[in-house]
């Protein structure tokens, strides 16, 4: 095949689209208007492809058979229009992923809020179990690396609706859909219902074969799930009906059930607490037994997972004050989900880049919970008006370190302060682990 590919974008994903694409035969071209980080350029240079960076060369990316977009570039770019007026094809690394996986067999999850935390734990009772399975897409590494360089027999991936925008054939064994709320709508034109249509092309092409796991409990996938018909075999999971095949929770306990498997399992003995989490582990349960791992496998996976770093991550009790790294809670409906789970009296840090969020959603859980705001980002104008009647006491800081020491002096013995921003962290931050691992050095030098 020598397909001319353009790989726009030179991330962890388009590197790993790229090394897909020249072991499968391709002519490649990878260009980036920024700069490449080192680690990147060393593995294009190990493989001889070629790249640009600080600028893309128009002429001949618009001569491209193919562009692969990395999620990260908007679709607003004149750049991506002008391609797509061209009539040349724009496709995603999943896409490409895909493609070329032979035999190997995807488990994709996505949703607005626990895709990260959802993926992470059916990886570990995948490994658990005995599976021969990566854990790739937006955590992990790339899919089309991957695919490249290790082949499995399962990718266990987690999927954002940017990578789910540009599929074609596209299709998971099982998919999961967590949940969705108002999220990234800075990127679909500040329509929900552009964002609802991404995330439910995760079943998209999906056949009688293949299986759609989904949270029926969730009010937007409630409504919309029949406007996007479906031709696999439906796995819902709830707390608020029993269905025959799906998951349920029921007085503490987890019933699963897929075709003739099924499990019992206490919720209180479930490594992640909390409702969100009981949830997450629904989904993940259900995909276990939809590959057939085995009970106890999935019974000792469940209660040996660890939380992830950056996810309601305990980091410290100083002088009696509890600090919590919830850096990865990027919109409102996951930092609700982090003020719903607190049992003491919250100093809230807030703030960084808006992505059209809704505050009004946590009202009345700032209200009841929290004591004070500490914003932490470039713009807090919309926090302050949000909260001013409900917060008696909000005030601005512009980095984590100040950020720290403010929550501390406004905080006393049995509080807790929580970084939850709700909110995207590129002004102050390189991402939101940057964000959260300057939270924690900050903390540590209380």
């Not at 509890?322 to 003491?344: C, G, H, R």
Request: charged residues 25%; hydrophobic residues 35%; aromatic residues 8%.
């Amino acid at each position: 095949m020598s397909t001319k590919i353009i790989i726009l974008g030179a991330g962890e994903s388009g590197v790993g689209a790229a090394v897909l694409a020249a072991k499968e035969g391709y002519g490649v071209f990878v260009s980036d208007s920024g700069r490449i980080m080192e680690k990147y350029k060393s593995v294009l240079e190990a493989k001889g492809i070629e790249y640009e960076e600080g600028k893309h060369s128009e002429a001949r990316i618009l001569d491209a058979g193919e562009v692969m977009k990395s999620p990260g570039i908007p679709e607003k770019s004149s750049f991506i229009r002008q391609i797509r007026q061209k009539g040349i094809p724009v496709i995603s690394e999943m896409e490409l992923a895909y493609r070329h996986k032979g035999k190997s067999r995807i488990l994709g999850i996505t949703g607005s809020n626990g895709k990260t935390t959802t993926t992470s734990l059916a990886h570990h009772i995948c490994k658990h179990g005995g599976l021969d399975c990566a854990l790739v897409g937006n955590v992990g590494i790339s899919i089309a690396r991957q695919v490249a360089e290790d082949p499995k027999e399962w990718y266990v991936a987690e999927i954002s609706s940017f990578q789910l925008d540009d599929i074609r054939t596209f299709r998971p064994d099982i998919g999961i859909l967590t949940n969705i709320t108002e999220d990234h709508l800075d990127r679909y034109e500040y329509r929900f219902e552009n964002y609802i249509r991404s995330k439910f092309n995760i079943v998209k092409n999906q056949t009688k074969d293949d299986y759609f796991i989904y949270n029926t409990d969730d009010p937007v996938i409630q409504k919309y799930i029949k406007e996007y018909p479906f031709h696999s075999k439906s796995l819902p999971f709830t707390m608020q009906q029993e269905p025959n095949q799906g998951g349920f929770i029921k007085n503490g306990q987890m019933h699963l059930q897929a075709g003739n498997e099924t499990l019992k399992m206490s919720i209180y003995d479930f490594a992640l607490k909390g409702i969100h989490n009981q949830y997450n582990t629904l989904a993940a349960g259900l995909a276990a037994v939809t590959i057939g791992i085995r009970k106890e496998k999935i019974r000792e996976a469940v209660q040996s997972f660890e939380s992830l770093e950056h996810r309601m991550e305990y980091v410290s009790t100083v002088r009696g004050v509890e600090f919590i790294n919830d850096s990865k809670a990027t919109n409102v409906n996951s930092t609700w989900y982090a003020l719903e789970t607190m049992q003491k009296p919250v100093i809230l840090i807030l703030g960084g880049i808006d992505k059209g969020n809704d505050y009004t959603l946590m009202n009345a859980l700032v209200k009841e919970k929290v004591k004070a705001i500490v914003c932490m980002g470039l713009d807090n104008r919309k926090i302050h008006e949000a909260f001013r009647q409900d917060v008696p006491l909000i005030v601005n800081t512009g980095s984590a370190r100040e950020a720290v020491k403010a929550s501390f002096q406004l905080a006393v013995k049995g509080d807790v302060v929580l970084l939850s921003p709700a909110c995207a962290s590129f002004d102050l931050f390189k991402n939101y682990e940057d964000r959260g691992k300057q939270f924690k050095e900050a903390v540590r030098d209380l």
